[in-house]
């Protein structure tokens, strides 16, 4: 099956359900309306702007239908669709349309403005803005175009953090099976109602969307976040299923509509991107919510493991067991010890490497099929997986390897600690040392979490700094920025 088809035989099996709803203008569209804009969209960009089979052509939009169109009309069309970050500058955005070649660049009259600049310094030959309300009228329907499972649907740029972005091959192959595991692993169906409030560009949303339009579920779609927005949104469409970030969690439990908000359909929460504090996940339990820790990373679909709702309670913190078609094995790492190994993962949700990077992608992806997550894991006598940190993040101090994921983990068990982020400092003695940076949520010091620690922890794995700050700077996907943070302590170091 080809990605591409999902919304259209969606749409020939039950063209009268409801698929979306857009929480910003109260529109509801059906599968079939969603179907016929994305074709009518399709044959413009194909008669007027020549987009054809392979073009790279990038999407600047907030969540909306229009995006919705884009990315169904890459599937009928062909072309290989680049959605940017909204929150990067034009200097940034300009070195993903470089090194993609990009054709045409679609946006939102909302980001009219934006790219503008951006094609003013970026070879983007076209230009259009997309017209939520215009496609649904007689255009003419778009001739589907033959792909073939390894044809490219999307390249997702990964955030950056760490140097150049790097574009992720994403193949039809790839999002249908992501689509196909999702839907059977959550055990998604018909019935099934999912609040987005995360942005569309990121790989996040791109599994939820396909997975329940698959089944013929339906999407309630936020512009943006706005935590009492996302409850009463949950309340009055019945939502049975959320998915977000450990921040956006933590927002939800902040809102004055909280302790009244009937949560009541939903069957379960997952949360991803970062460890789930453990207070924070108390917190639902406590409203009956079931939460679920996931994992996954752009190039495997942000979607690899799953578990039921009873073993989240019985393995807390466990990433669960590898998906449907899934394989993970855990690779040695020199010098790393106790059970700790490399994640890898092998299977047909896996990406074909990246745009234009032959060393990148052998790095990454080996000759026999595995993807080499860069994750370090271990897995218990059961079958179930944890992360134990990420392995550029690992600190040596003495020769010791110290994990920050544990660290953090430890921190976050505390009930003043509502955020936490440990990195690794330059020390004369042992090498390195590991540093925290703390959000509290109720008065606490330094020396009162050390102590809270020291009964957990080993002595060498105390943080040898502690600092507080009102929030922990983070990506445009909800992660911890380490290397800001890292930048911080150099700066004070005077380095």
Known sequence: MIAGDILSERARLSPRDEALLTVADGRRFTYGELDARASHLAQLLRT?????????????????????????????LGFILIPLNTRCTASELAQVARDCGMKALLHSERYAAAAADLCSVAPIALRLQLDDRAYAGGEEICARTSCKPEDLYLLLYTSGTTGTPKGVMIPHRMVAWNAYNTAASWQLSATDVSSICTPL??????VSMPA?????????????????????AIECERCTFFFGVPTIFEMLTRAPDWPAADLSSLRWCISGGAPLPAPLAELYRQRGLIMKQGY?????GVNCFAMSAGESERKKGSIGKPMLFTQAKLAPVPGVADGVGELCLRGPHVASGYWNRPEATAQTFDTEGWLHTGDLARVDDEGFYWIAGRLKEMLISGGVNIYPAEIETALLDHPAVAAAAVVG???AQWGEVPAAFLVARAPVTAEEVTVFLGQRLARYKLPRRIEFLAELPRTSSGKIAKKELQERLARSNGA
């Not at 560009?201 to 791109?206: E, F, I, L, N, V």
């Not at 329940?212 to 009463?232: E, K, N």
């Not at 996954?296 to 495997?300: F, Q, R, Y």
Request: charged share 20%; proline share 2%.
């Open 212 to 232: 329940l339009f698959l089944l013929g579920g339906r999407i309630v779609l936020h512009d943006g976040f706005d935590a009492s927005a996302v409850l009463r």
């Open 48 to 76: 007027g702007l020549e987009i054809a089979k392979g073009d790279r052509v990038g999407i600047l939009a907030e969540n909306g239908v229009a995006f919705l169109d884009a990315f169904f009309a890459a599937g009928r």
């Open 425 to 427: 400092v330059p020390d």
């Open 201 to 206: 560009y990121h790989a996040g949303a791109c």
């Open 296 to 300: 996954g990373l752009t190039e495997a």
